[in-house]
């Protein structure tokens, strides 16, 4: 069984600074890919960026430029950093596990909550 686990997000003023950490734990195996997703009220899912386990990114428009994603395969641990954040950034974050081998899997924190106001 995986487990993944949020942990930062909060309130924080337009033009400030936040970083998500986000920590995977169970069978692990093969290529992966860990990220975060974001969903506003009223609106669909969406990607924010990922990260494979070789290091390969990909960021959605919206992040390019002011988010960096990172993380450190030998803890299974992923970072978002999050710069520059806009009120349109409001939204409860998620991260995800990817394996796409054999069978596709994937698996989702709870999520935790991001709030840009001032």
């Known amino acids: 069984q995986v487990q993944v686990v949020e942990s930062g997000g909060g309130l924080v003023q337009p033009g400030g600074s936040l970083r998500l950490s986000c920590a995977a734990s169970?069978?692990?195996?093969?290529?992966?890919?860990m990220g975060w997703y974001r969903q506003a009220p009223g609106k669909q899912r969406e990607l924010v960026a990922t990260?494979?386990?070789?290091?390969?990114?990909d960021y959605a428009d919206s992040a390019k430029g002011r988010f960096t994603i990172s993380r450190d395969n030998a803890k299974n641990t992923v970072l978002l950093q999050m710069n520059s954040l806009k009120p349109e950034d409001t939204a409860v974050y998620y991260c995800n596990l990817r394996m796409p081998f054999p069978h596709d899997d994937n698996y989702w924190g709870q999520g935790t909550q991001v709030t840009v106001s001032s």
């Open positions: 990260i494979t386990n070789g290091g390969i990114t």
């Open positions: 169970g069978s692990i195996r093969g290529f992966n890919v």
